[in-house]
């Protein structure tokens, strides 16, 4: 079983739509959760970042984490064009417990205008 | 704000030729890390480093070669290229002293080994 699992997609949605992004994940010991977006022939770059359970709001991106069922989603609202990219997730447990960052395969997703 | 920078940006290697991915960070980062990204599989690890003069394997380190003499150089060397080793490469680096901090990547090195 995979440490992470994501739905690759692709996921094709109308501007102005609600996106909803999610992963899975095997092992709670992970509390750091983050959301990378990554365009096209660039590098991930950081969207979203928390820390244990719980909702975290910036802008139109909302993550929320859910430990028990061991399940983490990224809310896109009003999508736009420019929001098309793939989206990938990634966790790690505690710095005492390890240095490895596990990520989810991404979620490719694009907003038509 | 230059963040993490890779070089070269592309480069086709023959089976069997050597190279060095450069990558270096100017935030002060102690963490550095190597992936490689495939299709459909997401970022494996390749290898790690905590700080200067220590580097540790990731999940697939075989084929790969690390240093680290300084906080802002982490070069990926690869040795006998093969087929195999046709990815794109990215470089990251979090500064880590408390909890955990997210990484900042660089924009990748896509190597096709020939």
């Known amino acids: 079983q995979k440490e992470v699992e994501q739905d690759p997609g692709p996921l094709s949605v109308p501007e102005g739509a609600i996106v909803s992004l999610n992963c899975t994940y095997s092992?709670?010991?992970?509390?750091?959760f983050m959301w990378y977006r990554q365009y096209s022939r660039k590098g991930p770059e950081l969207l979203m970042y928390?820390?244990?359970?719980g909702n975290k709001e910036d802008g139109r991106f909302t993550a929320q984490v859910d430990k028990s069922s061991k399940y983490i989603s990224l809310f896109i609202r009003d999508s736009q064009p420019s929001d098309s990219a793939t989206y990938l997730c990634?966790?790690?447990?505690?710095?005492?417990?390890?240095?490895?960052?596990?990520f989810g395969t991404g979620t490719s997703l694009t907003v038509i205008p | 704000n230059a963040g993490v920078t890779q070089t070269p940006k592309f480069r086709i290697l023959k089976i069997g030729q050597s190279m060095t991915l450069q990558c270096a960070q100017d935030?002060?980062?102690?963490?550095m890390y190597w992936y490689r990204q495939d299709p459909g599989m997401g970022l494996k690890l390749i290898y790690y480093?905590?700080?200067?003069?220590?580097?540790d394997k990731g999940e697939v380190p075989n084929g790969y070669n690390v240093s680290r003499s300084t906080t802002e150089d982490f070069p990926l060397r690869l040795e006998l290229a093969a087929p195999s080793q046709t990815s794109v490469y990215f470089c990251?680096?979090?500064?880590?002293?408390?909890?955990?901090?997210?990484?900042?990547f660089g924009d990748g090195t896509r190597l096709s080994i020939l």
């Open positions: 990251a680096s979090s500064y880590t002293l408390r909890g955990r901090q997210p990484q900042h």
């Open positions: 480093s905590v700080g200067a003069g220590i580097t």
């Open positions: 935030m002060n980062h102690n963490y």
């Open positions: 990634a966790m790690s447990p505690p710095r005492d417990t390890g240095n490895q960052f596990y």
């Open positions: 092992n709670s010991a992970f509390q750091y």
């Open positions: 928390t820390y244990s359970s």
